[in-house]
């Protein structure tokens, strides 16, 4: 997830430093725009140095650099990449320029380009604050769905005492972790997460797979580094880019998948196989190249390790083991069983072949199953908001563990 953080010319502008860090400690990736007033306070090189990204200021490019066409739409394609705004500090003027519509530089014709929730956290001198023109605006700017987050009162750098001050960046980050949904209901979890297809080879260039994507598990380990859990994911080969912040070990064959599983299982207190792995493989893989020429081709299959089942079998008392069942036909029947068979805390079926599910799909339509027999289905939602249902479900099952299993 990525998060703008707008940073404007107040004595407050080095706090922006430690806000980003509260914002990368919780994986989320952060963009910083800086007004030109901001620059005579920190340097964009602080924030560059931290961020991992250049820091933008300007809409016509940087100095005596010629805008390139990428650099020209930069104010939109940073306005649709961010999850969410923050301002902080923001001083008098920015408040006003927001609250008339005015884009004079980046970060105020970022705030009218961008679709993403803002949240702005006003500083300044407290007759600047109590003066009519600010309290007008920042009304204005409330009554626009922006969450401000109220100057605390104080010791101002002014000398003077009394409402102005930054908010403590803590409060600004939970305001940022709450409209992003960053909880920390995980936190102190290990979770393992297997994501995509995996591939058992034919010959030297053909392989058998499937058509997993990888969504549903890069999203379950979105999902669970945003609720404060540690996140081992195990990748089978996708198109994904993957998550910021999150260690990913990419694997290609079923017995690779297996063996990284296998390896990171012990410390894990929750395992989520979202992986497709390939059911059947080749009982021989031809050194050569299969020729054509050869006429009808008789490929004799034989099952696969299965690593959920395996998992399931050295699953240690205070283990929490999610399993996944795509199927095509007796979706909550099939789910049932695999849950029953396996000893699974959870299923999470879905119907692969209904429109908006399954593969490829950004959304997902599932029901839960539970072991008691209980079964909860949703709507057609976002692959990211199944996850977090899931995760719901795993804070629920970790719950009803004693104390003593469940360290
Ligand atoms: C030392 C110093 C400290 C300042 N601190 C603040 C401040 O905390 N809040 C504020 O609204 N303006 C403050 N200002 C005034 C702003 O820097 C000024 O209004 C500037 O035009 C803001 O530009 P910007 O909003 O584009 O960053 C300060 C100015 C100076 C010289």
């Not at 009218?112 to 605006?137: G, H, Y």
């Not at 006429?295 to 034989?302: D, F, M, Q």
């Not at 879905?350 to 949703?378: E, M």
Request: hydrophobic letters at 45%; a neutral charge; charged letters at 20%.
């Amino acid at each position: 997830m990525r998060v703008g953080l707008g940073v404007t010319g107040g004595i407050a502008a080095y706090k922006a430093a430690e806000l980003l860090r509260l914002l990368q400690d919780r994986g989320l990736d952060v963009q910083v725009v800086m007004s030109a007033g901001a620059r005579n306070f920190v340097t964009p090189l602080t924030f560059a140095a931290l961020s991992g990204h250049k820091v933008i200021s300007q809409v016509f490019g940087e100095g005596e650099q010629e805008p390139n066409v990428e650099s020209a739409i930069e104010h939109i394609a940073v306005a649709q990449a961010i999850d969410a705004l923050v301002i902080a500090p923001a001083t008098a003027n920015v408040i006003a320029k927001i609250a008339h519509g005015i884009a004079d530089d980046f970060l105020t014709t970022l705030v009218l380009a961008t679709k993403a929730p803002i949240i702005i956290a006003p500083a300044m001198n407290v007759d600047m604050w109590e003066n009519a023109a600010t309290q007008r605006n920042v009304e204005v700017l409330r009554t626009r769905g922006f969450k401000v987050i109220e100057p605390e009162e104080g010791y101002l750098a002014c000398g003077m005492t009394g409402a102005g001050r930054l908010a403590s960046v803590n409060t600004i980050a939970q305001a940022v972790f709450e409209t992003l949904q960053v909880r920390d209901d995980l936190k102190g979890e290990t979770i393992l997460v297997t994501a995509g297809p995996t591939e058992e080879a034919l010959d030297p260039v053909r392989y058998l797979t499937n058509r997993s994507s990888g969504k549903m598990g890069y999203a379950l380990a979105e999902a669970s580094q945003r609720r404060g859990a540690k996140v081992l994911l195990v990748s089978g080969p996708t198109r994904l880019q993957a998550p910021s912040g999150i260690s990913v070990e990419f694997v290609r064959t079923t017995a690779e998948m297996a063996e990284a599983v296998f390896r990171h299982v012990d410390q894990a207190t929750v395992v989520l196989m979202a992986a497709a792995v390939v059911d059947f493989a080749p009982t021989k893989v031809q050194t050569e190249k299969i020729k054509k020429q050869g006429g009808l081709l008789t490929v004799t299959l034989k099952p696969t390790l299965d690593i959920l089942a395996e998992v399931a079998r050295r699953r240690k008392p205070h283990q929490i083991i999610v399993g996944f069942a795509a199927e095509t036909g007796q979706v909550l029947e099939n789910a049932a069983a695999k849950l029953r068979e396996k000893q699974l805390d959870l299923t999470v079926a879905n119907d692969v072949t209904q429109p908006g599910a399954g593969f490829d799909s950004d959304t997902n339509i599932v029901t839960l199953v539970f072991p008691d027999g209980r079964t909860k289905p949703f709507e057609k939602m976002s692959k990211l908001d199944v996850a977090h249902l899931i995760l719901n479900a795993v804070v629920e099952l970790r719950s009803k563990l004693t104390p003593a299993v469940r360290e």
